[in-house]
């Protein structure tokens, strides 16, 4: 093969993946403003400012390293923030402190609650980010891939004039949604950040500046329980597949409406996963993604709607095939099966739903024909498979 | 407006076809075009030059999408200043995003089938999941800096060099199934 055919048969690719690829970048580029005030983390960039000022002068290594594990049955927030002597890592000074607050999940994703806890005189910046590595982020003993997320939740002031942030990491299956052949909870897991970053010129033409190199790296099990509730269905439900705004230049054209077969739609406190199969000659990922994903969230008994969100990476909102006993995604009756899992912003009560929205189509709880409860694996220590490197400097640096 | 109306004031022979296309579109076109150039001032001539060729093409053409048709101009255009920069020493070293992907196949100098050749990497592209997709051509189709698509897709800079990494070792392991010896 010469150089010159190559490159002109790649010059050829279809108009559908060239298009394509415009749109995800204009899409996610769309999300990124809304979903940076939203969730981008101000406690804990204000906790790794503050780290930064502590370590200016010199840059050290502040690896640290986590090993906890938790067996709460946490089914809201608030019985999350019962666990005041998980000290997960202190600065010498004193000035910065991580408490480990608790885990919680379904079998898509885990959520790993913590306080950041910053002494009073700190100034705290405006814009800052943790440079998490999302793709490393993974289970020690398998390769699939992890999105994630990262969110403050409150603000307080503690007794003592500290500026108390309670914020999450949220991990979360980018690769596959296989919850009947694996399931996060009682997974050991590490994640390592690659240091800390800053965001100048913001929102108008933002760009990310490095503010300190170092490396972070936890690894903790992921010891909870499984608190989703799964209701079977096996009903067609019929989706309407509306334009949708990439950005002020890029609009597309509606969709025909499609017939979801949904079978079953898993419901946990942090999100939804639904699993349909549609005629194949209906399935038009990217349009899917959208009329799904970006419309769609949870109706509450009280009649407030709570929207469900792409997961800020991306992967998590990705059509993935779930094809059962079947191979891959086609059925043997020829029709495509498919998951999406949605999460929410915040935990919400799954008692409270009363239905589920996607689009403009309502799915209520009670038509569905048979309630599961989640798969409860067995609790219990597993070992921590912590890579090279990980947790050398937890002796030293953890004063408690 | 939609792009059927647009190509409705090209048959019209409407410089309002041109103008609508540069409030469309213009932001998307500007930045392909500085993505390959580097330059400012280079991708508003390439864009320029596109809205040109674009003239003298519709009619008789009457692309559907137009947006990729567009593009496909803009960055044959865009490629070829960039070349010319190259020659000329303007660019300072800089090299193309396919060049990344050129260098893990190996090229025997045979002719090939380009045609062929293309339905191959649209199967290989079609594979992938639409995020690797997605990421695999904008870096070497749009020629998206890896900064660039980090930020967009929200991702660190080293994980999408690791991901950009495995997706060339796939597509030279699906050629090579696929009989090229690459």
């Known amino acids: ?247 002020e230049m890029l609009v597309s054209e509606a969709g025909e409406p499609i017939t979801l077969n949904i079978n079953r739609i898993s419901l946990s406190p942090i999100g939804i996963t639904y699993y349909f199969s549609l005629p194949q000659e209906d399935v038009d990922e990217f349009r899917l993604f959208n009329s799904i994903g970006d419309v769609s969230g949870v109706k509450l008994k009280d009649g407030r709607i709570i929207a469900t969100r792409h997961s800020i990476f991306g992967d998590i909102a990705e059509l993935n095939s779930n094809g059962g006993s079947t191979s891959g995604r086609r059925g043997d009756d020829g029709r495509q099966y498919m998951s999406v899992n949605l999460r929410f912003e915040d935990v919400i009560d799954i008692a409270d739903v009363e239905s589920l929205l996607i689009s403009d189509t309502e799915i209520k709880l009670g038509d569905a024909v048979s309630v599961e409860k989640a798969y409860l694996p067995e609790s219990g220590e597993t070992e921590i498979a912590v890579p090279d490197g990980v947790g050398e400097s937890f002796e030293t640096d953890v004063t408690e | 407006m939609d792009d059927n109306e647009i190509i409705s004031l090209f048959n019209s022979r409407s410089e309002e076809a041109l103008h609508e296309i540069t409030h469309k579109y213009g932001r998307l076109l500007s930045k392909l075009a500085r993505d390959i150039t580097g330059s400012d001032e280079d991708a508003a001539e390439c864009v320029n030059d596109t809205l040109l060729a674009l003239w003298k093409c519709i009619p008789p053409e009457a692309p559907d999408p137009l947006l990729a048709y567009i593009m496909r101009i803009l960055r044959n255009l865009s490629i070829k200043r960039f070349r010319s920069n190259s020659a000329q020493k303007r660019n300072a070293g800089e090299v193309l995003c396919i060049d990344e992907l050129c260098e893990v196949l190996t090229f025997d100098g045979d002719e090939t089938d380009e045609n062929l050749l293309s339905a ?7 594979s992938l999941k639409s995020a690797d997709r997605n990421l695999f051509v904008r870096r070497y189709w749009h020629n998206e800096s890896v900064r660039d698509i980090a930020f967009g897709m929200k991702m660190s800079e080293s994980a999408v060099k690791v991901r950009l990494y495995r997706l060339r070792g796939k597509m030279k392991t699906h050629l090579n199934k696929e009989g090229f010896n690459v």
């Open chain 2, 120 to 126: 191959v990497i649209d199967r290989f592209l079609a």
């Open chain 1, 1 to 247: 093969m010469k150089r010159e055919n190559f490159e002109k048969a790649f010059e050829n690719i279809s108009d559908k993946t060239v298009t394509e690829a415009v749109l995800s970048r204009d899409k996610k580029r769309g999300r990124r403003g809304v979903l940076a005030k939203i969730l981008i983390p101000a406690a804990i960039l204000l906790l790794l400012s503050t780290v930064l000022a502590v370590n200016a002068a010199s840059p050290v290594d502040l690896s640290f390293y986590i090993s906890a594990s938790f067996s709460g049955d946490y089914t809201m927030l608030s019985d999350m923030v019962s666990m005041p002597d998980k000290v997960a890592y202190r600065n010498s000074g004193d000035e910065v402190r991580l408490e480990l607050k608790g885990v919680m999940g379904d079998s898509v994703s885990a959520v790993i609650y913590f306080d950041v806890v910053v002494s009073p005189g700190i100034e705290i910046p405006e814009r800052w980010y943790l440079d998490i590595d999302y793709d490393e982020l993974c289970l020690p003993w398998n390769s699939m891939g992890l999105g994630g997320s990262q969110g403050t939740l409150e603000h307080t002031v503690d007794a003592d004039g500290s500026n108390r942030f309670k914020s999450y990491v949220r991990v979360t299956q980018s690769d596959a949604i296989m919850p009947d052949s694996f399931n996060m909870s009682n997974q050991a897991f590490y994640i390592t950040l690659n240091g800390i970053g800053g965001w100048k010129n913001y929102p108008d033409n933002p760009e990310r500046f490095t503010v300190l190199e170092g490396k972070w790296s936890m690894a903790l099990q992921l010891n909870y329980r499984d608190i989703s509730t799964a209701y079977i269905f096996g009903k067609d439900y019929i989706v309407s597949q509306p334009e949708f705004v990439t950005d």
